[in-house]
């Protein structure tokens, strides 16, 4: 197949998409223009309503916010404004939108019902509109930024939340892999919302898409071009170390009949209205199924995966706790000043970009896996661990010097992990993550 010509999706494929922004707000409409088109016909109408309503700075009243939560789903009138509503929503900047957001959840504070003052009734009457799905989950991206600005915004994100839980239910969701040989348009998406290595060009994209690889994503009925979630995975006689060989386009085409490891190396979310809505977990699974269905002489699933707080971690750790980390017997003592979790960041990046000795690899590893079995509130620390663990994942292998790109440095000091998928143990490790113990390799158990 030729290249999708990148003009086909709207923009040359350098770097992000610009896709991926909001759309410009347009200019407020002045009051006498919107009068004067008003007789245009009710599309205009409608738009002079909302240029009025916006230079109110109070786009709408508190009686009107009321029949959004109240009034009955077949209310024609409520829905009518509903359409209104949302138009307002999507044409103003944030500050409006923070405005509409706010006269709601005020009127929900005074209406003594719970399924109406946690806004139940008006997300449903939403989302009975054309594209109501899509435009919910993007107005739950502003409520989760202004969560804690906004009085009574947090109930009305639990209900957002629940409700979506039930709309996005992975039962309503499709499986579907993505070729060099899908629509030009979603496959720009995916240079958009790649989270975790950046999609640098087409040929890059192309690489990652080809017929030694697989591509995997979930859509909803509702929002059939844009993918949820996302995984990559390449295919390797053994356990891959090292994802600049994975992502290299020059590489030569790997032998599908010669693949014995499935890796994960990239698992992208691609809308944030949906945080805490969990489908990752059913995605791996389902892709899991396929691939062996696809390639049965697959024994092997792994992940190549970032450890994006590692950094962070160790620079908060003072030189007492490093040194306790770091001590190979309880009764060996510290000789010398000891560096603090700063200085050892700046020397296991250094070590990263030209060669280590054994002696700080050593220390680099046990530092990683003290971390990744770290555990907060019940929780891994990590929120890659995170995730992968509570999909019953187990910390395998610590991988030196595995990603060097400038982001695999500045978060890790360029290390990287494999979670290994033993698919007979799935059950047992999430068990045993959920008495508050992380389950890791026996070489990760030396380490620490």
Avoid at 411 to 419: E, G, K, R, T
């Amino acid at each position: 197949m030729s290249s999708p010509d990148p003009r086909a999706a709207g923009r040359a494929p350098s770097g992000k998409s610009a896709a991926a922004a909001k759309p410009t707000s347009p200019s407020p409409a002045r009051a006498d223009a919107a009068d004067n088109d008003a007789a245009a016909g009710a599309a205009t109408g409608l738009m002079a309503r909302i240029g009025r309503l916006w230079d109110r700075d109070v786009s709408f009243t508190a009686a009107q916010a009321q029949a959004l939560l109240s009034a009955r789903l077949t209310d024609v009138a409520a829905n009518r404004l509903a359409r209104e509503w949302s138009a307002a929503y999507l044409a103003a900047d944030a500050r409006v939108r923070r405005a509409l957001l706010t006269t709601l959840t005020q009127a929900a504070q005074s209406i003594d019902d719970a399924d109406i003052g946690g806004g139940q009734r008006l997300f449903k009457r939403m989302n009975a509109l054309p594209d109501g799905l899509r435009f919910l989950v993007a107005l739950r991206t502003d409520m989760l930024k202004w969560r804690k600005q906004v009085p009574g915004l947090p109930a009305f994100d639990s209900t957002l939340q629940d409700l979506l839980s039930a709309w996005f239910d992975v039962g309503l969701l499709e499986l579907r892999r993505l070729t060099w040989d899908s629509p030009a348009s979603l496959l720009e998406k995916l240079i958009v919302y790649e989270a975790v290595h950046e999609i640098q060009s087409w040929e890059d994209l192309r690489h990652r898409v080809a017929g030694d690889r697989r591509c995997y994503a979930y859509f909803h009925p509702k929002m059939p071009d844009v993918p949820l979630i996302f995984v990559e995975v390449a295919f390797s006689p053994t356990m891959a170390d090292n994802v600049q060989s994975l992502l290299d386009t020059k590489a030569p085409s790997g032998d599908l009949d010669r693949a014995r490891w499935a890796i994960f190396y990239s698992i992208s979310n691609t809308q944030a209205g949906l945080r805490g809505i969990s489908f990752g977990n059913f995605l791996l699974k389902r892709v899991i199924d396929a691939m062996v269905e696809d390639l049965p002489k697959l024994k092997s699933f792994a992940t190549l995966s970032p450890i994006p707080g590692f950094n962070e971690w160790l620079a908060k750790q003072d030189a007492q706790a490093i040194e306790k980390l770091l001590r190979e017997k309880p009764e060996e003592r510290p000789r010398g000043r000891l560096p603090d979790g700063e200085r050892w960041v700046a020397r296991l990046q250094k070590a990263a970009r030209g060669s280590a000795n054994e002696v700080v690899q050593r220390a680099a590893f046990k530092l990683a896996a003290h971390y990744l079995s770290s555990m907060k509130n019940g929780q891994p620390l990590d929120p890659v661990a995170r995730f992968h663990l509570g999909n019953g994942a187990r910390v395998e292998r610590l991988n030196w010097a595995a990603d060097r790109s400038d982001k695999g440095i500045a978060q890790s000091s360029a290390m990287m992990v494999n979670y290994l998928y033993a698919l007979d143990d799935l059950d047992d490790n999430l068990a045993r993550l959920n008495d508050g113990t992380p389950v890791v390799s026996r070489a990760i158990a030396r380490l620490r």
